[in-house]
DNA sequence: CATTGACTTGGACTTCGTCCATCGTAGGAT
DNA sequence: ATCCTACGATGGACGAAGTCCAAGTCAATG
């Protein structure tokens, strides 16, 4: 928990009982949940949540930079709360499990000049893949 | 051009006229095609190709290791039919340009031991984000 | 508390991809 | 060269994920 509402009010968030829902979603639970995830768990707490309503709160919570989105396969995007802090992934090739993980150093160190054609580079997004403890054991 | 038709066959790829198409498409163009796109051009060249064998043929491609899915967006997964050595990618944040990118060392060298959890990691991909020249300009 | 522009709704729609029963054919066997 | 058969191709239905829109509702300001 990380008071995102409070940060979002403050950032002058128009708070509407469906926003803070998923936002409150989002802040509770610290695992990467999908779209349709978020609206099981928005829906149980306010019934009358619509898809739409969910998916613009989701990509208004990425614009604002609380909130990453993650695609790790060609499936559904996951939504990730723990934006503030950068971070990496670890996904599990047999299970999907994700994991945050924090790598040594700036990734964006290792593309020296030559490699960026020209491109203003701002970021890079790493996936590590791998199998996790119990899908090793399989 | 890298003779992937002759690769597949020694394998023992069964070589059907659409399979030999598909890998025509891919081998001729270094660029990041879309299933879609690889269908258009399937097409071209031989009318009767249907959408569920472009599929069929990308996956084992893949599967085999010739050709590499790249998901850079929550959109259509694109095919990289220069799988066959090391790379990762950098995206244009603008247009969605894609182009191949060589960073030094190994990404994986970056994940120490007790970022791991007991995973056994095997790779990663890493996409670098940024804007193009032209996207830059404007 | 009245106002208003922003937010929500739900259902239709789009995109991307998969599935399946049927048909066709590549490549080994004769 | 021809035959057989298992593997591949077909296309249309289906499904998942996400977007769009016109109409209704409401949070925040004055």
């Known amino acids: ?3 995102l509402v409070g940060r979002l009010r403050a950032r002058g968030w128009r708070m509407t009982a469906q926003r ?3 936002a ?3 802040d ?3 695992v990467h949940l999908t779209a349709d995830e978020v609206l099981a768990r928005a829906t149980a707490r306010l019934p009358e949540v619509s898809r739409a309503t969910v998916y613009n709160a989701l990509g ?3 614009a604002l930079g609380e909130v990453a989105e993650v695609t790790t396969d060609g499936r559904a995007k ?3 709360p723990n934006a503030r802090r950068p971070h990496q992934h670890l996904v599990c090739s ?3 499990e994700i994991r945050d993980v924090h790598p040594d150093g700036d990734p964006l160190a290792a593309l020296p000049a030559s490699e960026r054609f020209g491109f203003a580079v701002s970021g890079a997004d790493v996936v590590y893949r791998g199998l996790c403890p119990a899908c090793v054991a399989m």
């Open 1 to 3: 928990m990380s008071d």
């Open 78 to 80: 996951r939504y990730d």
């Open 60 to 62: 208004e919570l990425v």
């Open 24 to 26: 409150e979603v989002l």
């Open 94 to 96: 047999g299970c999907g």
């Open 28 to 30: 509770g639970e610290h």
């Open 20 to 22: 803070r829902v998923v």
